[in-house]
T-cell receptor
């Protein structure tokens, strides 16, 4: 069974540009989560999508946005890039069942903002 | 809100030493608890999990017991190997807030 995949592996942008990151969940998983892992800041929750809807977002400005497609894949968009957006962006997927929520992570996209 | 406090690193051990990484949490309701591991240059891998009080999660020689009375989920391994060198994250998921709340991570280095 294929795991969570993310593309691209690396992305280099300049300040003010827009970045688009993509994620394909494990087959059968309907939820996709995005996390930011910035140096020294640990792992912070960004966004959660389920069945095409945004269910929750973390404490990030509106220039961080995304969507989930009918095939459950997801896109994260970061507008007006700032230097501090440089980070590893991790996507995870899960299948909601009761109160148990095991998330499976992709390898991440390394975003560098120059 | 939810929070996870994790033992600060880095931790350096010799091969075959005993490992403990402390993790305590604050959560609403009855959280599920997880340990994830991140090897250099890679994403996160689920190491073990526990979904209710007194559950013991185990995998690859690692163990952690869900202690509701002390709100803890400490990670242990009896004999570490060089290949265990990685960053370890304690995390929880609680109630309708399905996202994971992570601790700050503990860098483990095992020397031969």
């Amino acid at each position: 069974e294929a795991g969570v995949t993310q593309s691209p592996t690396h992305l280099i942008k300049t300040r003010g540009q827009q970045a688009t990151l993509r994620c394909s969940p494990i087959s059968g998983h309907t939820s996709v989560y995005w996390y930011q892992q910035a140096l020294g800041l640990g792992l912070q929750f960004l966004l959660w999508y389920d069945e095409g809807e945004e269910r929750n977002r973390g404490n990030f400005p509106p220039r961080f946005s995304g969507r989930q497609f009918p095939n459950y894949s997801s896109e994260l968009n970061v507008n007006a890039l700032e230097l501090e957006d440089s980070a590893l962006y991790l996507c995870a997927s899960s299948y909601l069942q009761g109160s148990y929520n095991e998330q499976f992570f992709g390898p991440g996209t390394r975003l560098t903002v120059l | 809100g939810n929070s996870v406090t994790q033992m600060e690193g880095p931790v350096t051990l010799s091969e075959e030493a005993f490992l403990t990484i402390n993790c305590t949490y604050t959560a609403t309701g009855y959280p599920s608890l997880f340990w994830y591991v991140q090897y250099p240059g890679e994403g996160l891998q689920l190491l073990l999990k526990a979904t209710k009080a007194d559950d013991k999660g185990s995998n690859k020689g690692f163990e952690a017991t869900y202690r509701k009375e002390t709100t803890s989920f400490h990670l242990e391994k009896g004999s570490v190997q060089v290949s265990d060198s990685a960053v370890y994250f304690c995390a929880l998921s609680s109630g309708s807030a399905r996202q994971l709340t992570f601790g700050s991570g503990t860098q483990l280095t095992v020397l031969p």
